[in-house]
């Protein structure tokens, strides 16, 4: 019988990076040990998950001192900042080190950038990557129509996307590059039902019958009215909630930042989500979008690093198994933040959970309430000749900054960490101060206008 127990301190630093606080660092990595001036980080290609309940003390025994390290170490990053105050804590530093700050602000939508999430493959449909842009188009349409929680036919929501995709094309086909946004897709969808002038028809005669834009869009157009309706009112009921906001519809009309420089120089990318419902939509899309721009013009700054604070709460990045172990050969390392497992397997389905559960070589434990979380961690740690290394009762009591550490090829890990608050990275404090964000002007493509030419 093979039993477990605690990997001593002695051989955990063997396989972490020991780094002065007070000093620049080669690289990043999740403080998993600490001593004196002195932290230990796991600083590999390693992706990581880390669970704690609200109130478990994951900002500050995690990712706080994790963001600090990317500093320190010139990394680029993107972070799910709820509440924006990760920004506030290291926008000074960022801004002495001269980092391109990118700020989408989906909480009050009164600072930051503009971000047009159609911008991305308008570029690579008119530069040669026609086949990338569509895929990008496909998975836009995934988050906008997709619902984790419909119990209704997928029919609706599958062809109301590939509905949307065509549209998409067809905008990028004849509109300006400046009405190219959600609201003129929505816009065209109301506009070629309007008054029954036959706008559909005339649409998809003008099409060559091979083209993608013709196949995207005949699933809808060419159906029964009774069928197309349904459609149509699937599709107007999505993308609603991004088109009838006037302060969204303007942050997204256009982008203010490229995404074909974010892997060339350092950037910090703050996403402020707030209780938005639709931001951890835009999240997906804004990290979707981005695994492709560092796949296609490469990360030729250090390391990339993604850090998804309640990653159980957004909309499920499409393909994310092989999207995460593909991660590393273009030098993007991902830290995974949830609240406990069970809301994991209900974003990604249990036929996933263990799929996804393998793309993290660190599981990282600080507290739970949810009993089958509980369960799996005791499990996953073992059993010594006497029961459970640690049982459902010890990980529910667990310390303040006290940590259960899973990692591959090593036996369990109990550590306690130093919060944030107790390290003096001598960081700059003051704020970032960043601009208003201005109000843009919406332009629509107008069908009528064009067909009359």
Request: proline letters at 2%; hydrophobic letters at 35%.
């Amino acid at each position: 019988m093979f039993y477990s127990k605690w990997t001593s301190e002695k051989d955990l630093k063997k396989y972490l990076t020991e780094v002065e606080i007070g000093f620049e660092m080669q690289k990043s990595g999740i403080q998993m040990l600490s001593e004196g001036n002195k932290i230990y980080i796991k600083d590999d290609e390693s992706h990581s998950l880390v669970i704690g309940s609200a109130g478990s003390g994951k900002t500050q025994a995690v990712v706080l001192p994790l963001v600090r390290t990317i500093i320190k170490s010139n990394e680029s990053f993107l972070i799910n900042d709820v509440k924006g105050e990760i920004m506030n804590k290291v926008g000074g530093e960022l801004k002495k080190r001269g980092y391109n700050i990118i700020v989408l602000d989906y909480a009050n939508l009164k600072i930051g950038n503009h971000y047009n999430v159609l911008d991305f493959p308008y570029y690579l449909y008119n530069n040669d990557e026609k086949d990338k842009a569509i895929e990008i188009l496909e998975n836009i349409a995934y988050y906008i129509m997709h619902d984790i929680d419909s119990t209704s036919d997928p029919f609706w929501e599958k062809t109301a996307g590939d509905y949307f995709v065509g549209l998409a094309l067809y905008l990028f086909d004849n509109a300006k590059s400046e009405e190219i946004n959600l609201n003129s897709i929505f816009n065209l969808s109301n506009d070629i039902f309007k008054d029954e002038k036959g706008y559909d028809k005339l649409i998809m005669n003008s099409l060559d019958k091979s083209s993608s834009t013709y196949q995207f869009l005949s699933g809808t157009l060419f159906s029964p009215k009774e069928t197309s309706g349904g459609i149509i009112a699937t599709f107007s009921q999505k993308i609603k909630g991004f088109v009838t906001r006037e302060k969204l519809s303007s942050m997204m009309a256009t982008s203010d930042f490229d995404f074909k420089n974010i892997g060339n120089e350092k950037t910090a990318i703050f996403v402020i989500t707030g209780t938005a419902n639709y931001a951890n939509d835009l999240v997906s899309i804004l990290v979707d979008e981005l695994f492709y721009s560092l796949d296609l013009f490469k990360n030729k700054n250090n390391r990339f690093n993604l850090i998804l604070d309640e990653f159980d709460s957004m909309k499920p990045i499409k393909d994310f198994y092989n999207r995460i172990n593909y991660a590393r050969g273009n030098n993007i390392k991902i830290t995974a933040l949830i609240k406990d497992l069970t809301n994991l397997n209900i974003v990604y389905g249990t036929n996933y959970k263990d799929l996804i559960r393998m793309c993290f070589n660190n599981i990282i434990y600080l507290l739970a309430n949810d009993l089958y979380t509980l369960e799996e961690i005791s499990k996953l740690c073992g059993d010594t000749e006497k029961g459970p290394l640690i049982s459902i009762q010890e990980l529910k009591t667990l310390d303040n900054f006290e940590e259960v550490i899973l990692m591959t090829r090593m036996y369990p890990v109990r550590t306690k960490v130093l919060p944030d608050y107790k390290i003096n990275w001598n960081f700059d404090n003051s704020e970032l101060g960043f601009n208003n964000l201005e109000k843009n002007q919406i332009n629509l493509f107008d069908i009528e206008k064009f067909l009359k030419k």
